[in-house]
């Protein structure tokens, strides 16, 4: 380091590393569904393109999440990916939920394996971006993912 320099050695290396590392989102998506393995299959997806993700195995869980993340100023969650069929709180309870909070806006995407033609239009009515059936197509819920948390 010579007398004219700012930054040591250290610091120097450690501005290389951080410039170096890929532009990753700073939002992350909430994927809730009671299946431990559907949830790890989203967040693998999700995660193979750069996009970090948060789980949660109920809707009470997803809840307690978002309530913790609005107390702070900057919430980081910008996506909701929720299945319908679950425990008490089921995936339309959490949409209405969500959409009474603070939190209205966030943009939610349903993934279910068991719904019908009632709960599609139920959903749709909540302003959701999109209602995916199961088993579901990666490459159309990537561009659906990506379009949402403004990724190109």
Do not use: N, W, Y
């Not at 790890?40 to 193979?48: D, G, P, T, V």
């Not at 302003?127 to 159309?140: E, Q």
């Amino acid at each position: 380091m010579s007398d004219h320099d700012i930054l040591s050695d250290a610091e120097r290396e450690l501005l290389s590393s951080v410039m170096l590392e890929p532009d990753l989102p700073l939002q992350r998506v909430l994927i809730v569904d009671d299946d431990k393995d559907a949830r790890e299959l989203l967040s693998e997806i999700l995660a193979l393109e750069g996009i970090r993700c948060l789980t949660a195995a109920s809707g009470e869980a997803a809840l307690k999440i978002l309530v913790a993340e609005a107390e702070i100023k900057k919430p980081s969650i910008g996506l909701l990916i929720t299945d319908l069929r679950m425990g008490h709180v089921d995936g339309l309870d959490l949409i209405r939920r969500i959409r009474e909070s603070v939190r209205a806006a966030l943009p939610i995407i349903i993934v279910s394996g068991d719904a019908d033609v009632k709960d599609a239009i139920a959903a749709m009515h909540m302003s959701v971006v999109d209602f995916l059936l199961k088993p579901i197509d990666a490459s159309h819920l990537l561009a659906l993912v990506k379009r949402e948390l403004g990724i190109k």
